[in-house]
């Protein structure tokens, strides 16, 4: 199943083969809060969101009746990300009022409040073995990553990025790199032990908003507010392809097309009509003028 978030107070599952939608979920005494962030538990039993001013709710999507059960319900933050851990026994969320919370996942209790940031935690994820956590962030237009001790609550490692603030994390299978995904639309490779960035890749036209590894540990995918979601080798950083819905108007051939302004077929290839080169070339204004 696939969650989605539909409106204030509801999120559907779909069936991730067919599309077909199976259900609406909501909190039929809180009809106005807001969901953001949704996070599956590993056994696929449980489905975790954050809220607007409410905390964070978990629901058994496997139970006849549906319930959700809360995290501290009365928490004065958006939480806008969540992740279970890889064991499934507990469950980080990340505060706009910058801390990271962590909880019981069997019954919401606050097991750890990490302070640190100098902004609003906008990204949380474990490393592969659960034994650290990672949350990113940002303030007054520059970047920060804390890496935490998952017992503890130390923080282990911090990550300046120097242009945007972190929206998206993903760890790579070994657990000693990171990657980011910014509010500049770039994704950066990160050597956890050095602090140092190794790698940088230009990925989407604005905020880079999810970052997921493949089962393999062999691909990145990364998605932003441009629509496609591009897929990258995770060792080279090469890009490998681009996944992209169909727009209104894609491979419609304007070709030879008469009458047309510069500004309309501007308008009509970004919503994906092509255009031969030769005959872009003889449109423009500045061939035009030799005639």
Not at 71 to 95: E, M
Not at 153 to 161: Q, V
Not at 184 to 190: I, K, Q
Not at 222 to 247: F, Q, V, Y
Request: charged share 20%; with cysteine.
């Amino acid at each position: 199943m696939a969650p989605r978030w539909q409106r204030a107070g509801q999120f559907r599952l779909w069936d991730a083969a067919t599309g077909i939608c199976l259900e609406v979920i909501g909190d039929r005494d809180h009809p106005d809060i807001l969901f953001w962030g949704l996070a599956w538990s590993p056994d696929g039993n449980l489905l975790a969101c954050g809220t607007y001013l409410h905390g964070v709710q978990v629901w058994n999507v496997t139970a006849t009746a549906r319930s959700g059960r809360w995290a501290s319900r009365q928490l004065p933050t958006w939480i806008r990300r969540v992740a279970f851990s890889p064991d499934g026994t507990r469950l980080v969320g990340g505060g706009d009022d910058g801390h990271v919370y962590v909880w019981d996942a069997a019954d919401g209790t606050q097991l750890q409040r990490l302070a640190g940031h100098h902004g609003g935690v906008t990204s949380v994820a474990w490393s592969p073995d659960g034994t650290r956590l990672a949350s990113g962030g940002g303030s007054l237009g520059k970047g920060e990553v804390f890496v935490w001790d998952a017992s503890t609550g130390a923080c282990l490692y911090t990550l300046n990025e120097p242009s945007g603030s972190v929206y998206a994390l993903a760890w790579n299978p070994g657990g000693a790199g990171l990657l980011t995904g910014g509010s500049d639309g770039r994704l950066r490779w990160w050597d956890v032990h050095s602090g140092q960035c190794i790698r940088v890749r230009e990925a989407h036209q604005g905020i880079v908003q999810a970052l997921k590894v493949s089962p393999d540990g062999s691909r990145l995918a990364s998605c932003g507010n441009d629509g496609p979601i591009r897929l990258w080798d995770l060792e080279s950083g090469h890009a490998l392809s681009t996944l992209r819905r169909d727009r209104p108007y894609e491979r419609l051939t304007i070709t030879g097309i008469q009458g047309l302004t510069q500004a309309e077929i501007a308008t009509l290839r970004a919503l994906g009509a092509v255009q031969d080169e030769a005959d872009e070339q003889s449109n423009r204004p500045e061939q035009a003028a030799q005639f």
